[in-house]
Structure formats: C-alpha cells, structure tokens
C-alpha cells in the first residue's frame, strides 16, 4: 500500500535519527510529504503556517506528527502542551517517539495529549516494524480529524485610508 497524500510532520534534532526514520517510513510505502523540522520552535512555524512555511502548497498541515521530547531549547513536552492550546490545531494525532528519558516522562506526555508513546530502537529493522505497523494504524486506518490553517494575530494590521491621510495601527 501506498501512503501518498499524507503529509507527516517529524521534529526530531537527531538528524540520523530523522534520517532512518524518513528511510523506514519510505520502505513502507510513505512517499511524500515528510517534512522534518529540528526544534520545537521552527515545527511552531510550520504548523502556524509562518516565515519559511508561509505557503501550504509545500508545507501542508500534517495529518500525524512524529515528535521527539530531546529538542534543543524548547522540549518537546513544552511543544506539546503548546500545540493542545491551539484551538485549530489541538486534534492533531501526536506520537511520541524518543530516547528513555525520565520515570514520568510518559505519564506527562499522555497528560499533555499526546496520542502514543514509543522509545526509539536501537536497529533499522526494529523502527522498519514500528513505522509498518504506525503507518498502518494512523495513516491506513485510522481517520484523521479535519485541520484548517489556523489564522494568527501576529499578522499586523494594514493602514487605512481615512480622509485625506493615513492611519497607521497602533500597537
């Protein structure tokens, strides 16, 4: 089977992690879009459709995010919790997929929303079977709920045409 129109976004700063990762999902069956963002910062950016991510042509909202809790700067649980704010964006299917970390690691993640906890294994053929069944379930079975681009504030308000002038917007 093949997984095409579903659009997976991996935060993960282990870049050969991300890198075996991206290769087992293609071995069964995802083709495009995985889109890899390495901090918790610029996955903000992307799902806010903001900067570099502006055009959702290329940068689609994903359908399930693969999300490390090892991030440089803000952590992944701190991501999480961000994203189960967003009224728009707080459905979006979340799998934990990370290094053993503390004994409470997993209790707060699933406090947080995230869907399914999984520890990174330590062979290529382990994670080939952890994508085929997680492929399976969440893009072949499961129906993902309905995202829209969320609308942010921080888009700053144009100057209007008033009489003779201008008004510029205040802060």
Request: hydrophobic share 45%; with cysteine.
């Amino acid at each position: 089977m093949s997984y095409v129109h579903h659009t997976i976004l991996m935060v993960d700063s282990d870049e050969d992690m991300a890198h075996f990762t991206l290769l087992a999902l293609q071995r069964v069956g995802v083709i495009t879009p995985v889109q890899i963002v390495r901090t918790a910062e610029e996955a903000i950016d992307y799902l806010k459709g903001v900067g570099q991510y502006q055009d959702r042509e290329s940068f689609p909202l994903p359908v399930l995010l693969l999300l490390d809790l090892q991030l440089p700067s803000m952590s992944g649980l701190e991501l999480l919790a961000w994203l189960r704010q967003e009224p728009v964006l707080n459905r979006a299917p979340v799998i934990v997929l990370t290094q053993p970390g503390p004994d409470n690691q997993i209790e707060r993640a699933y406090e947080l929303g995230c869907n399914s906890f999984l520890v990174k294994p330590a062979s290529f053929n382990t994670l080939l079977v952890m994508m085929q069944a997680l492929v399976q379930y969440w893009l072949g079975l499961n129906l993902p709920p309905q995202l829209t681009t969320p609308r942010y504030a921080s888009t700053l308000p144009k100057a209007v045409e008033a009489g003779a002038g201008t008004l510029e917007p205040t802060a």
